[in-house]
């Protein structure tokens, strides 16, 4: 029989891996995009800063203490997406260091992120006395899901850049230009106009 913490931290990597919401996986790609695999300690940063904001929005959702409107925040997922995207466009891709908002934005749009899971998370609470061991179990699962969709992302990378030669440069933006196309199709299909 599996133990509350082993259930929620199988949820959390379901949820993060859930190929029929790709939302999430389409974040992260954007996020990473433009960085090369030895740039991992960076991309930890970030990613953990995304997770720390989702992690904040889902703990005050499960404690009821903030309620969104859920056809707002499934059309500013995308947008998330869709400002992650273009923000690539203008990066340094050379830069050895990031500008302190940079660090900000994954937190930012991870409350967001965690908004559209909010009213999931607090119906899979049901009557838990306490949400600290769910949602610490949950978020280590989001983590260990996002850290595995990135090793996958950077075998990709490596592959297509040391070994068929492609330029960093149109790896980068290419995979951009698809997060930022996707994002806009997302953004429609929500019919939020």
Not at 5 to 21: N, R
Not at 46 to 72: E, M, Y
């Amino acid at each position: 029989m599996h133990s509350e913490f082993s259930i929620y931290f199988q949820l959390g990597i379901q949820h993060i891996a859930d190929i029929k919401a790709y939302d999430h996986i389409l974040f992260i790609i954007a996020l990473c995009a433009i960085y090369r695999p030895e740039a991992w300690r960076r991309i930890l940063i970030l990613i953990t800063a995304f997770t720390i904001g989702h992690s904040l929005t889902l703990a005050l959702s499960a404690l009821n203490i903030i309620h969104f409107p859920q056809q707002v925040i499934e059309f500013l997922i995308p947008v998330t997406i869709l400002i992650t995207a273009l923000l690539n466009f203008k990066a340094d891709l050379h830069a050895v260091r990031l500008p302190l908002w940079k660090y900000f934005q994954p937190l930012v749009f991870g409350f967001i992120h965690g908004m559209g899971f909010s009213n999931y998370f607090r119906s899979l609470m049901g009557k838990e006395d306490s949400i600290i061991k769910p949602l610490f179990a949950f978020n280590l699962g989001i983590e260990v899901g996002q850290l595995g969709i990135i090793t996958l992302l950077f075998v990709i990378a490596f592959t297509v850049i040391r070994i068929f030669k492609i330029p960093h440069k149109i790896w980068a933006y290419g995979l951009s230009g698809i997060a930022a196309i996707m994002a806009i199709y997302l953004m429609y299909e929500t019919k939020f106009w």
